[in-house]
């Protein structure tokens, strides 16, 4: 995809001076070195890089504050940073300016057992989150893929999700209170810790999804779960996709409470095969996920073995044992690797959609006729327990006609799910990779609201400008 075109510069002189106030600030905690700039332009995407014209590193939501107040005042673009693993473009500093990696802030503030709640700095990441909980009986819910540096407020500011949605939600229904700075440096805190209230608009709504393009998150309070009683995995392989989805929307139908419910098809398996080293179908698959008692699992497996057989589902393979579920799973999220180490050259187009469950079959098997037709070497991967799929395209992006061979088979993807009633994104986000898409789904009534709702907060439009909307 090209870049968009300009939305205006930074003089020299302000860049200057926001440079020499934050160093004052910041110390060596600004940087304006090449390597450091070139990393934070860039995501985990094909996405070319645009770097921004420095990098700070804040230790408190105060020095955030300071670092906007000082980049507006110069009328200075900033581009929030947490782990980069977004996928749409969406950390490129399109108008340059400050780039504001969080990893400074990765502090777990406090972990409220009583109330299935934490409250963290937003540079925590995933991973560290993650060991952090292990041994306490409590579990943070959404888990995207193999992102394990994803942050806090990254996974806050793309409304993540991934494989635990089906059954615990996304960071939409998970993040329950924001401490944010402002496009002004003013600070504000979206909610308080009550499972519920009806106290003004849901600001917390508000910034979860706003992909830095309203401010900057700083400290996020999430909801956890105790770890399940019992959790068993599954694996069945199938002689279509489309068998394969249909278990799936049974299985979701059928009102089975699975924790996960994963696909991949059959380039995918073959890839992952071949990095692993495991002996797999090469067929398409889905992977299970079951908490509950220990009874309760083994019901959910044997529900789901009997509709997986009425779809022609092979070798049904069940485990409580916990190694062997974590190799079980260790080929799903050895996927996205697996298919990066296959085309060694290229990077990876990642695209993602979402329809209502029962229309997903439809949608999935015509995806995959126009991923024939089309003879690029295509794989798809999906939580498909949402209705959540993505096609993942190995790219030269250097190649203009493969890269507008990819493009368009990116926009019938989109206009097939979008027919169906669902959606461009269901997790990745707009960034500016999808940008056009917006005013398709919502149409242009919707996205100027959501323009005036940019405006009314980022009047000079600062905040991770042509992301989401063009203001
Ligand atoms: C292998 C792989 C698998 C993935 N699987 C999934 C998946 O299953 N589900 C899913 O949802 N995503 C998935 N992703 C995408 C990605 O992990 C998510 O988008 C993630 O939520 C981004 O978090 P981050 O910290 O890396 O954010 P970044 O990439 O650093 O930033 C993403 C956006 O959020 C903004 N931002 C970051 N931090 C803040 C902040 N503190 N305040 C305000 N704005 C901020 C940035 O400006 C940018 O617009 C995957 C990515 C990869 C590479």
């Given at each position: 995809m090209s870049l968009p075109a300009p939305i205006g510069s930074i003089t020299p002189a302000a860049r200057e001076a926001v440079v020499v106030s934050l160093q004052q600030l910041l110390g060596d905690r600004l940087s304006s070195a090449a390597a450091v700039r070139e990393r934070h332009g860039k995501d985990a995407s094909y996405h070319p890089c645009v770097p921004p014209d420095a990098v700070a590193f804040p230790h408190s939501t105060q020095e955030v504050s300071e670092i906007v107040k000082t980049c507006a005042r110069h009328r200075v673009p900033v581009v929030p940073f947490g782990g980069g693993t977004s996928l749409e473009g969406h950390v490129a500093a399109l108008r340059g300016g400050v780039c504001i990696d969080m990893a400074r802030m990765n502090r777990i503030l406090r972990v409220n057992a009583d109330d299935l709640d934490a409250t963290v700095e937003a540079g925590v990441t995933l991973q560290q989150f993650n060991e952090h909980l292990r041994d306490g009986g409590l579990f943070f819910s959404v888990d995207p893929?193999?992102?394990?540096q994803a942050t806090l407020g990254g996974m806050t500011a793309t409304r993540a999700s991934g494989t635990n949605t089906v059954r615990y939600g996304t960071m939409r229904e998970n993040v329950l209170a924001l401490t944010v700075v402002l496009a002004d440096g003013r600070i504000i805190h979206t909610a308080r810790r009550a499972r519920k209230s009806s106290a003004g608009y849901d600001l917390t709504r508000l910034f979860v999804g706003s992909e830095g393009?309203?401010?900057?998150?700083?400290?996020?309070?999430?909801r956890l779960f105790g770890v399940p009683a019992a959790m068993s995995s599954a694996t069945c392989s199938f002689p279509t996709v489309a068998a394969a989805v249909r278990t799936a929307i049974r299985t979701i139908q059928a009102g089975v409470p699975v924790a996960r419910m994963e696909l991949a098809n059959a380039a995918v398996m073959e890839a992952?095969?071949?990095y692993s080293k495991l002996d797999l179908p090469v067929a398409p698959t889905l992977w299970l996920d079951f908490h509950g008692t220990k009874a309760g699992v083994a019901e959910q497996a044997e529900a789901v073995r009997k509709i997986a057989a009425a779809q022609d589902g092979a070798g049904f393979c069940w485990t409580p044992d916990p190694e062997g579920r974590r190799r079980m799973w260790q080929a799903r999220y050895d996927a996205f690797y697996a298919l990066q180490a296959r085309y060694p050259g290229t990077e990876i187009w990642v695209t993602d959609a979402c329809v209502p469950i029962s229309r997903l079959a439809d949608c999935i098997t015509e995806t995959e006729e126009d991923l024939a037709a089309s003879g690029l070497p295509a794989a798809i991967l999906g939580h498909v327990g949402d209705g959540n799929f993505h096609v993942t395209i190995p790219l030269h992006p250097a190649e203009p006609q493969e890269v507008a061979a990819v493009e368009r088979l990116n926009g019938r993807l989109v206009r097939r799910a979008l027919a169906r009633e669902g959606t461009c994104t269901g997790e990745h986000g707009i960034g500016y990779g999808k940008v056009e898409f917006l005013v398709a789904e919502h149409g242009e009534e919707a996205v100027s609201v959501m323009r005036a709702l940019k405006?009314?907060?980022?009047?000079?439009?600062?905040?991770?400008?042509?992301?989401?909307v063009r203001a």
């Open positions: 893929g193999a992102a394990a393009t309203l401010g900057v998150i700083t400290e996020v309070t999430v992952v095969k071949q405006l009314a907060l980022d009047p000079d439009n600062l905040m991770n400008p042509g992301k989401i």
